[in-house]
Structure formats: C-alpha cells, structure tokens
C-alpha cells in the first residue's frame, strides 16, 4: 500500500461525503420504522459533531415523513466519570432539551460509539432533565472495544478498529472534507 | 487526499473554543487574559444552564472535597460556593476565623498544610489580607480560588458582574460602566476594572477625592468626582457598598453627605439612560448608596447577580478543580 507523503501518519479514507449522506439516510429510515410515535421522537446531539449529525437526520425524516422532530443537545462534559484525570478539560457546553421529556424517546447521536463512556454520560446528563419513555442511540461510527455494557441502537458503519488507531469523522462548520479516516499509528506503517 | 494532515488540527466543527483552561487557581482577575476571561464567561453559560434542570445536580466533582476557609466574615459569598460546590457533587467543609485555629495562634500556613493534611482539593479562601491567596497557592498541591483578599482582587464576583452585563447587553466591549462609591477599599472596584478594561469596556470610577483617587487612570479608566456628569451617559451603573467597618473619618465625611453627593436617589436616577443596568454587589445599604425604589426597580439587576454568581462559581470550581494536578 502506498505511503501518504511525508505524514508520521496514515489515514485511511472509510467514507466520504455521499457515503455519509447515505448512511445517514439508512438510519433517518430504521428511526421512522421503530417509533410509529414519531411526533414523541426527540433528537439529542452530543457537541460537536453528533449535533451536525441530529440536524442531518432530523431533515432526512423531514423530507421522507414531513414530520418535523424536535432536536437538543445534551452536553456530557460535567457528566463524564474522568474529570480530574486529565490535563485538560472536556469544553463544557449548554445542554438543550425540550421539555418535559416525560413521554417522548430521546434518540441520543454521536459520531462514534467507542468505550461507551460518552454515552453513559449522556444517559446520566438526559435524567438529570427528567424521565424519557426511553432513550435510543445512534452513532455514525461503531469502532468497537466497549467498556461498559452499552450497544447503539442505530449505525452507520460497523467499523473494526485496533485501539491503538483513530477514527477522525469530519462533518459540518470547518469539516472539509467531508468523510470518516481510520488513522494508524506512526510505527505500525513504517514496519509495513 | 490531504486527509492525513488536516485530521490533525482540532477544531470543531463551530469553529469555537480554540483556548484551553489550565489554571489551578483563581487569584485575580489581572493575571487572566481576555480569552480566558471569556472562557470562563461560555463555561458559565452551560452551568447556569444546570440550575434550570430537575435534578440541579451534576457529578462533575464527586469525590472531591472543598473547603470553604473564610477568615474574614462573609455570608452571601461563602454560601453561593458551598451551594455551587454541591451542585458539582463535591464534599464541603466550611471554617470560619472564629472556628479556626487562627484564632489560637496557628500560622496562616500551618492552617492551610494542615487542611491539605486531610486532602481537601479545592482551598476557597476570604482574607483580610492582600496577597494572602498568592502566598498559599505557591505552596500548595490544592487548588486556590480567591474569594476576596483585603482591597486586592474579588475575581469570582468580578466575574459574574460581567457576566450579567453580557447576559442583559449582549456585550462588553464599547460600554460605559461607571463604578460608583469607595473605590480605595474595594476589591471588587479592582476586578472590575481588570476585567472591564480587558474587555474593551470604558470605564470611569465616581466618588469622593478621598476614595477615589486619580492614581486609578493608571489602570485605564477615567476617575470622576461629579456623579451628575456621569449618569447620562453610562450603560451600566455599579454601586459599590459603603463599607462602613473599614471606613476612617480622615477618608470619609459621614453617610448623610456622601448620599447627598454620591447616593443613587429617585432624583438622580432619572438622569439614566432607560436601558442602563444598576447593579451592586450586596449586601446593599438602603437609603445610603442607593435609594430602596431603586434597588427594586426595573432597571436593577442585583438579584440576576447573585443567580450568576452560583453559576460563575460553579464554572470556576469545575474549571480549577477539574483538572489534574
């Protein structure tokens, strides 16, 4: 395989721009087959990228059903079990719900499920708001080595990953271009 | 495909927060610089968020144990970071002078080493003395958030004074706040002018020659001794409380005649522009600095500070307290 010129990494492109559209679709499709309630259905994206992803979806099932779901943000930083742990801190945003919630399914999105960590959290986070029917999740990315016992209802790509690579998902804002790379360690490739 | 490159770069998608927190401590506000400030002003936005929700509580310090080192008397202040320190799930010892061992001849330090001795990570201390902050956050491991030091610096109400200001105007930079009463004793006069001019603010302090010396334009702001001239054309007003337990006869002639002169009356507040902010930062002194009607008036927005307050003090705790050490 060929080298990418002077990089101390490789990235490897997995999707591009209309492979994300039509994953994306896929799951705007799986999301209306699931809750025939779809009016109770409220999109809750985790910052950054998995708000751009809601946002998608939500006009995906605009354009499929006309309905027009609700989307929020939940933040998951001040949820998060590692605060203190790190050099630096997560970026803390203001999370955005309709409310009550009481009622309704929160599909929860993000660009990759990884350890599952993020999305406990989000669980925690969308509590604290009040008591969803039920909570979904959706992710544009599964990578795999899950910490806790933790599965996404929604994929757009099941993607086998070893822990040590990165999955760098560009969507949205300053994203271009647009696509998913699987980046690979320095040492691995110059071994190759 | 130049991929591999531009994945490097770590810029999210809304194009914000490029700046990072890693401070330990909060001991003034002249040491942050404008980024940081405004930092700590969008982290505030999502903690104040907190309070709206059912469950006011986030676990972002569970397990961490502050200590609430007041040695100089304060309620309001002490209360709204024990209030922001259960809201992030940390353990809250509170220590008064009286209660301390300050009292029995302990050395500032050794009350402090002793402190850490039972691992409390968060040190939030009120000091008659200026400095006092510095002193302790050098020496150590815990992190140190000033809650008011002498006439030095008041950082967190600094903060969430111009927080509200963001909150009610949209904006800082390019508004005139004017800064009224005994500036030399104050130290929320010094955070506020470090905060203000950072911000691109104009600033001009009012009060009597004796509290409000010229010496300030050094620091960027514009000193006057004629409340009337500057009502007109301020934006924000913030009156500042007549201490009257530091006030010495040399400085200060008496309550009724700096009411006269420097007092918020129903008179003088008719000079305001309609959308100009009165804030002050409590306990206020009815009929002193500012007149009762006033104070409860449209136009005040003292109690949306304190509401602030706890959030900004959250953001602070989460901010300083979060990171590894």
């Known amino acids: 395989m060929k080298q990418t010129k002077q990089n101390s990494s490789t990235a490897v492109p997995i999707m591009d721009a ?116 039920r909570i979904q999740f959706a992710a544009l990315i599964d990578r795999g080595h899950r910490e806790l016992p933790i599965r996404a209802d929604y994929v757009g790509k099941n993607l086998p ?9 560009h969507i949205g804002g300053a994203d271009q271009p647009e696509g998913v790379w699987l980046t690979k360690p320095k040492t691995a490739n110059e071994s190759c | 495909m130049r991929a591999a490159e531009s994945v490097t770069t770590s810029t999210s998608p809304d194009g914000a927060h490029a700046l990072r927190w890693h401070r330990k401590d909060l001991l003034g506000l002249r ?5 940081e400030i405004n930092f700590v002003l969008e982290t505030t936005d999502a903690f104040k968020q907190v309070g709206t929700r059912e469950i006011k509580k986030v ?37 008064s002078a009286s209660t301390s061992s300050l009292t029995k001849g302990e050395t500032l330090k050794d009350t402090a080493r002793n402190l850490e001795a039972l691992h409390a990570d968060i040190l939030v201390l009120r000091h008659s003395s ?89 620091l960027g702001v514009e000193v006057s001794h004629k409340i009337d001239n500057v009502l007109p054309n301020a934006d924000v007003v913030n009156l500042l409380r007549i201490q009257h337990e530091r006030q010495r006869k040399e400085y200060f002639p008496g309550i009724g005649e700096y009411t006269r002169f420097f007092g918020l009356t129903k008179e003088r507040a008719k000079l305001l522009k309609p959308d100009c902010l009165i804030m002050h930062p409590g306990p206020i002194n009815r009929g002193v600095e500012i007149d009762s ?30 990171i590894s050490t």
Request: positive net charge; aromatic residues 4%; proline residues 5%.
């Open chain 1, 18 to 133: 209309e492979a994300i559209r039509r994953a994306l679709q896929r799951i705007a499709h799986e999301i209306i087959e699931r809750n025939p309630q779809l009016e109770k259905v409220v999109l809750a994206g985790i910052p950054s990228r998995g708000v751009e992803i809601a946002r998608r979806i939500a006009g995906f099932i605009l354009e499929i059903e006309k309905v027009e779901l609700e989307a929020g943000v939940i933040d998951v930083a001040m949820h998060r079990d590692d605060v203190g742990t790190r050099p630096e801190l997560p970026v803390v945003r203001a999370s955005k719900l309709p409310l009550p919630l009481e009622g309704r399914t929160v599909i929860v999105v993000d660009d990759v499920l990884y350890t599952g960590r993020t999305v406990r959290a989000a669980m925690d986070a969308i509590n604290s708001f009040g008591r969803p029917a």
């Open chain 1, 161 to 169: 990953t070893s822990m040590n690579e990165k999955v760098q998902v």
């Open chain 2, 31 to 35: 040491e942050l610089s404008a980024a």
């Open chain 2, 59 to 95: 676990p972002a310090l569970r397990g961490k144990t502050l200590v609430n080192f007041f040695v100089e008397p304060s309620t309001r202040t002490r209360t709204s970071f024990e209030l922001a320190a259960f809201r992030l799930s940390a353990d809250v010892i509170n220590i």
């Open chain 2, 130 to 218: 200026a400095g006092a902050p510095q002193f302790l956050a050098q020496r150590l491991k815990a992190s140190l958030i000033n809650a008011g030091d002498g006439a030095h610096e008041h950082p967190t109400q600094a903060l969430l004074d111009l927080y509200t200001i963001r909150e009610k105007r949209g904006k800082i930079a390019g508004l005139h706040v004017a800064i009224i009463g005994d500036i030399l004793f104050s130290r929320v006069a010094r955070s506020n002018i470090f905060g203000l001019v950072k911000l691109g603010a104009r600033v001009t302090l009012v009060g009597p020659s004796t509290l409000v010396p010229r010496e300030f334009e050094k």
């Open chain 2, 293 to 322: 009607d006033i104070a409860d008036g449209l136009q005040s927005v003292i109690l949306d500070q304190v509401t602030n307050g706890l959030a900004v003090r959250m953001a602070v705790l989460y901010l300083c307290g979060g």
